[in-house]
């Protein structure tokens, strides 16, 4: 199905370069990549755009609140062995963004798009896609996005009878229980650090029993499903019980976990698991994530963690003490106003990193941390408590807008 084999409307084509012309000069102005502004008049113009755009594709949608870029990344890495790939790269995952992206697109086989959750079932809706994953779903920006157990259920419903084949963790009950509306679904034993959303049951509000890696609800009887195929240490194992080596340059068990869920989607296309793990290899950085920049005449390494969940595998992949430490947390639109979640994140496991504190709600993360009784300074600029730090490795942790901030600032 490749190729232009099914042209644009003359409608759609216009939409297209509008769109195009419009996130141009937004670039010109210095006002970012100007994908969303250029997705937004693109489907003005024609609002069936997104369908359009995606019916010459195999589409692959990654939807999750903790490692959709990253594992949209491995994702179109892997992929790029079957044909050519068109992805939203660098994260403008709602209709607008996604839009541009595959506008940009036209010579592409697959479709390989970061979806936010509160958008995957209207977008999977326009782009039928072959495949669906599903990765986790966690507490998250609390002013404006729905509790979670409403997102697994606006899942549940946009997901049922879907053709797709969803790929989903296992290891997340509120995943599980969205995914098990679908007729075709492939379980991957993820993993799942953190477990503080999925104490009770999805499905019937039961106490959620914990014993070792398994779970199970003692009053209904939802439970782990069995998957096929698994994070085993620093291997995948297929639905065939082969280990394949997993070799990254990106970071932690997370990452592992994203790579894992990404050789079971890249499977679906015939691509198989060796070849597939190989390719991600080459990913060393997921817009600006796990970058080290020389800043100051440090070595900066930048961590973006948007939630607690995201924050407790962070902590789990930084250098040991005393390496310094800075956290940066802003309350600007993207990131969610509400700061509430800072109480969340278990600040005790940063005991013996000096600790610098900076963005625009610093004051409420020096409250969390001295409540968590650890070492701290705050200071007003990235550049002062760098100049604080000795010379050598500095972690840097901050959530979404302070993380952009932080790129601009060090010129990443």
Excluded at 17 to 45: D, E, M, N
Excluded at 153 to 181: F, I, M, Y
Excluded at 381 to 399: F, Q, S, Y
């Amino acid at each position: 199905m490749a190729g232009n084999s099914d042209p644009l409307t003359p409608r759609a084509k216009l939409a297209v370069t509008a769109g195009k012309a419009v996130a141009a000069a937004s670039r010109a102005a210095g006002r970012g990549s100007g994908s969303v502004i250029g997705g937004r008049v693109a489907l003005k113009l024609d609002p069936d755009l997104l369908a359009r755009l995606a019916q010459h594709l195999d589409v692959v949608l990654v939807s999750a609140t903790n490692g959709k870029t990253t594992t949209t990344r491995l994702i179109a890495e892997a992929l790029r062995a079957a044909g050519p790939v068109v992805s939203n790269a660098l994260g403008a995952n709602m209709p607008a963004g996604i839009t541009s992206a595959l506008a940009g697109g036209s010579d592409a086989r697959y479709g390989v798009i970061e979806v936010d959750e509160k958008y995957l079932a209207g977008v999977a809706r326009d782009t039928a896609p072959k495949c669906i994953a599903l990765l986790n779903l966690s507490r998250d920006q609390l002013d404006r996005a729905a509790e979670t157990r409403m997102l697994a259920e606006n899942w549940r419903e946009g997901l049922a009878g879907s053709k797709a084949v969803v790929v989903a963790n296992a290891d997340d009950p509120l995943v599980v229980w969205a995914a098990s509306s679908s007729p075709n679904v492939i379980w991957v034993a993820a993993g799942q650090m953190w477990k503080d959303d999925a104490w009770s049951c999805p499905s019937c509000g039961g106490v959620m029993q914990r014993p070792g890696d398994d779970w199970f609800c003692g009053e209904c009887g939802f439970r782990r499903p069995t998957p096929s195929w698994a994070l085993s240490g620093n291997h995948v194992l297929d639905p065939h019980g082969s280990a394949w080596p997993i070799r990254l340059q990106l970071p932690g068990r997370a990452n592992k976990a994203n790579a894992a869920s990404s050789a079971a989607v890249a499977a679906v296309f015939g691509v198989p698991p060796q070849v597939a793990l190989e390719r991600m290899y080459s990913v060393q950085a997921v817009a600006g994530r796990y970058d080290v920049v020389q800043f100051m005449e440090r070595d900066l390494r930048l961590l973006l963690a948007k939630n607690p969940a995201g924050w407790l595998e962070t902590f789990s992949l930084i250098d040991p003490p005393p390496t310094p430490v800075i956290l940066s947390v802003n309350a600007r639109g993207a990131d969610g106003t509400d700061t509430s979640w800072l109480w969340d994140v278990d600040y005790t496991r940063l005991t013996g990193h000096p600790i610098c504190v900076v963005g625009d709600r610093r004051l409420d993360l020096a409250v969390r941390l001295e409540v968590a009784n650890q070492q701290f300074q705050v200071f007003d600029t990235l550049d002062e408590a760098v100049r604080a730090c000795p010379p050598g490795r500095i972690e840097v942790i901050a959530n979404y807008t302070a993380f952009q901030d932080l790129r601009r600032r060090v010129g990443n």
